[in-house]
């Protein structure tokens, strides 16, 4: 493991800002989609059609799902923040190499280089 490799403090400097803007709008929408969710309704009624009964499990399905998606970028986001703040953003969490800034230019939030992405994929 590599551990003597360190980001250029200036360029944390706003790349910490964009993980914190992008982490609070995750959550604004986040919240969003979870008061959309059909099962939240306080006019909802027990009393529905089939139909309206289908529509509903879709749209709640649908905002549990998009909930879900934006909970595990929410916690890549804060995964980087802290990597910021301990010192060891743009090293990968799993092999402690450098991560390709091609990589975080394209995906700040991320926490492993392409290879061990790709392990853990298979």
Same mark, same amino acid.
């Given at each position: 493991?590599? !551990?003597?490799?360190?980001? $250029? #403090?200036?360029? %944390?400097? $706003?790349? +910490? &800002?964009?993980?914190?803007?992008?982490?609070?709008?995750?959550?604004?929408?986040?919240?969003?989609?979870?008061?959309? =969710? $059909?099962?939240? !309704?306080?006019?909802?009624?027990?009393?529905?059609?089939? /139909?309206? =009964?289908? =529509?509903?499990?879709?749209g709640? !399905?649908?905002?549990?799902? #998009?909930? #879900?998606? %934006?909970? +595990?970028?929410i916690?890549?986001?804060? +995964?980087?923040?802290?990597? @910021?703040?301990i &010192? #060891?953003? &743009?090293? *990968? /969490?799993?092999? &402690?190499?450098? @991560?390709?800034?091609?990589?975080?230019?394209?995906? $700040?939030?991320?926490? %492993? *280089?392409?290879?061990?992405?790709?392990?853990?994929?298979?």
């Open positions: 493991m590599n !551990n003597s490799v360190v980001f $250029p #403090k200036s360029l %944390l400097i $706003p790349i +910490k &800002g964009f993980l914190q803007n992008e982490l609070a709008r995750l959550r604004k929408t986040k919240h969003s989609i979870e008061k959309s =969710d $059909p099962f939240m !309704n306080s006019d909802r009624t027990v009393q529905n059609s089939v /139909e309206e =009964d289908v =529509d509903e499990q879709i709640h !399905n649908e905002t549990q799902a #998009k909930a #879900k998606f %934006l909970s +595990k970028q916690v890549q986001f804060r +995964k980087a923040l802290a990597r @910021i703040k &010192g #060891k953003y &743009g090293v *990968c /969490e799993r092999c &402690g190499q450098m @991560i390709d800034t091609d990589r975080l230019a394209v995906r $700040p939030e991320i926490t %492993l *280089c392409i290879s061990c992405s790709k392990e853990m994929d298979d």
